[in-house]
C-alpha cells in the first residue's frame, strides 16, 4: 500500500501548462490503471488525464478551471499491488453512500453526487435525460451532453432570447457596473469565458506580443485548377467516398514550395533559427466554439488523394472531439482555408512558434486581361503573415510566386490526384 501522485502530463512538444477542466473522479473513487481522472484543455488540445496505477483517489489538489504547470501533482491515489487498503474502500463505501435514488418511472436511477451537482447548477431535471452508463445510469457525459444539446431546464427560466442564441451561463446585467476594461449596461448579457476561449486568447497573445508580423499578399488565376477539379470531383467522390476539395492542391502547391523554400519552414529560438526537416502542415479547423489546428504530416510527401483524406478525416475529428494529441503535435507551417467563410483578403495571426502563416481567400470571377482581351478568370489571393525575426520579404515573395506558378499551372497533365 502506498500513497502515488498524479502530476500534469505533458500534452505537446511546447506545452507548459493547461487548465483542469472537470474532474472525472472524486474522493474515495475506486479507478483503475489508465482510467480517465480528468479533462484538461492546453492551447493545443482537450484531452484526459488517465490514473498511472489502480487504488483509490486519496486527495485533489486542483480546483476546476485551474491553471496548472506541467509536473504539477494534481491528485494522490492510494494504490497496493493494484488492490485499494481496507481503510480506502471503506471511505468509498461511505461515499457511495451519499449517491441519491430517483424513481424514473420505469426503474429507479442511481447518481452520484458528482452529477446530482451538475444537473443543479444547469438547472436540468435528471428525469429528462437518458443514461448511457452501466444499467442505464446516468454519468457526467451524459448531463454535459444534455447541457450542450439543451435539454430542457428543471425549472423554466425568463428569457427573451432562445436557447441557442444565449449561453447557459449568460448573466443578464441589472443597473450595475463592473470593474472590468469594459463595464456593461443594463440589458446586456455578461458571458463567462470559457477555458477553451481563454486559451485561444493566450496563444493568440503570446504570438502577437512575441512575433514581429508583417504581411503580404499574391493574386492567382486558378482558372485551370478549377476547370480540373470540377471535371473530376464527382468520380473522385464516388469513387474514394469522400470530396476532393480545392484545399487540398493549395496545401500541397504550399508543400512543394516550402521544399524549395525551406526558410518559411522555420522556428525562432532565440539565439538560432531552427530550419524544420518535416514539412508538417498545419490546417485550421473551427468548430462552433473553437479553432483547432491539427496537423498533415510529410505533406510533401502526399499525394492530391492523401491530403484530402487528411483534410476531411482531421474535420471530422475536431467536429466531434475526438482530437488527439499526437494530431496537433509538430507543425511548421500553417494554411488557413479563409476563403470557405467568403473571405477575400485577411491578416492572419501567426501559429506559435512557426514562422509564418497563409490564408487561402475565396475563389472569386473577375476580369482579366489576357493577350491583350478581357476575360473571365477563377482568381484568388493568397495572403501570407511572416515572422519578420526569421524572415524577409524577398524570400517570402519568391515563396508566393513558386505558389502561385504551381496553382496557375495545376492540370492534369501536371498535377496527378493519385
Known amino acids: 500500500m502506498s500513497i502515488e501522485k ?12 493547461g487548465t483542469l477542466q472537470k474532474w472525472l473522479v472524486g474522493i474515495g473513487d475506486h479507478v ?12 493545443k488540445v482537450s484531452a484526459e488525464i488517465p490514473s498511472s496505477f489502480t487504488g483509490v483517489i486519496t486527495e485533489l489538489l486542483v480546483k476546476e478551471d485551474e491553471t496548472i504547470q506541467v509536473g504539477e501533482v494534481i491528485c494522490t491515489i492510494e494504490a497496493a499491488d493494484g488492490k485499494p487498503s481496507a481503510a480506502s474502500l471503506e471511505a468509498a463505501k ?6 441519491q435514488t430517483t424513481n424514473t418511472g420505469d426503474n429507479n436511477q442511481r447518481y452520484s453526487p458528482a452529477v446530482l451537482k451538475l444537473s443543479q447548477e444547469a438547472g436540468l431535471d435528471l428525469n429528462t435525460i437518458k443514461g448511457t452508463g452501466a444499467g442505464g445510469r446516468i454519468t457526467r457525459k451524459d448531463v ?5 444539446q439543451g435539454v430542457s431546464p428543471a425549472v ?3 428569457t427573451a432570447m432562445s436557447k441557442k442564441d444565449v449561453p447557459a451561463s449568460a448573466t443578464p446585467v441589472a ?4 470593474p472590468k476594461q469594459a463595464s456593461a449596461s443594463a440589458g446586456d448579457l455578461e458571458i463567462p469565458i470559457t477555458p477553451v476561449r481563454k486559451a485561444i486568447a493566450a496563444n493568440m497573445k503570446k504570438s502577437k506580443h512575441e512575433i514581429p508580423h508583417a504581411w503580404t499578399m499574391v493574386e492567382v488565376d486558378v482558372t485551370s485548377l478549377v476547370n480540373y477539379r470540377n471535371e473530376i470531383k464527382d468520380a473522385f467522390k464516388a469513387a474514394e467516398g469522400f470530396n476532393l476539395t480545392f484545399f487540398a492542391f493549395f496545401v500541397k502547391a504550399v508543400a512543394r514550395a516550402l521544399k524549395e523554400f525551406p526558410e518559411l519552414n522555420s522556428t525562432w529560438a532565440g539565439d538560432v533559427i531552427i530550419r524544420k526537416k518535416d514539412i508538417n502542415i498545419s490546417i485550421a479547423v473551427a468548430t462552433e466554439e473553437s479553432l483547432f489546428v ?11 488523394k492523401g491530403i484530402a483524406r487528411e483534410i476531411t478525416e482531421l474535420a471530422k475529428k475536431a467536429r466531434t472531439g475526438k482530437l488527439t494529441v499526437e494530431d496537433m503535435e509538430g507543425g511548421t507551417f500553417t494554411v488557413n482555408n479563409t476563403g470557405s467563410f467568403g473571405s477575400i483578403q485577411s491578416m492572419g495571426i501567426i501559429n506559435h512558434p512557426q514562422s509564418a502563416i497563409l490564408q487561402v481567400e475565396s475563389i472569386v470571377k473577375r476580369p482579366v486581361i489576357k493577350n491583350g482581351m478581357i476575360a473571365i478568370s477563377d482568381m484568388v489571393n493568397l495572403c501570407l503573415s511572416l515572422d519578420h525575426r526569421v524572415l524577409d520579404g524577398l524570400v517570402c515573395g519568391r515563396f508566393l510566386q513558386r505558389v502561385k506558378e504551381i496553382l496557375e499551372n495545376t492540370n492534369k497533365d501536371t498535377v496527378p490526384i493519385y
Open 294 to 304: 491539427p496537423v498533415i504530416r510529410h505533406a510533401d510527401e502526399k499525394s492530391i
Open 144 to 148: 454535459l451532453r444534455a447541457i450542450e
Open 94 to 99: 461511505e461515499d457511495k453512500k451519499l449517491e
Open 6 to 17: 498524479i502530476m500534469m502530463p505533458q500534452l505537446g512538444e511546447s506545452v507548459t501548462e
Open 175 to 178: 443597473n450595475k457596473q463592473t
Open 156 to 158: 423554466p427560466t425568463e
Open 32 to 43: 483503475n490503471k489508465y482510467e480517465p481522472l480528468a479533462e484538461v484543455l492546453t492551447d
